[in-house]
């Protein structure tokens, strides 16, 4: 076991929701292993990606607001897992 296999996300990046995005809607949960969380939030981005080319292309905007809830997990998890790698 490496020393960066036992560093894990530490619990404290929401996803905020609102009018001027200051109220938490869901947090990052403490204790998963940092590259599982990395691995997830490169998932993710693949997703939005996707979601957005689609969006645009075919004018849904529902796609483009699913690609933007999910692009603010993977930021959310991935500003947890710099929390966690810094411990």
């Known amino acids: 076991m490496t020393r960066d296999d ?3 996300t530490v619990g404290k990046k929401f996803i905020h929701q609102g009018e001027d995005y200051t109220h938490p809607l ?9 590259q599982s ?3 997830q939030a490169s998932e993710l981005m693949g997703y ?3 979601l957005t080319i689609d969006g645009l292309m075919d004018n849904k ?3 483009l607001w699913a690609s ?11 500003g ?8």
């Open 6 to 8: 036992t560093k894990t």
């Open 26 to 34: 869901f947090c990052i949960a403490p204790g998963i292993p940092c």
């Open 37 to 39: 969380a990395r691995e």
């Open 48 to 50: 939005v990606r996707d």
């Open 61 to 63: 905007p529902q796609l």
């Open 68 to 78: 933007h809830y999910l692009s603010a997990l993977a930021k959310a998890l991935m």
């Open 80 to 87: 947890d897992v710099e929390l966690g790698m810094m411990r």
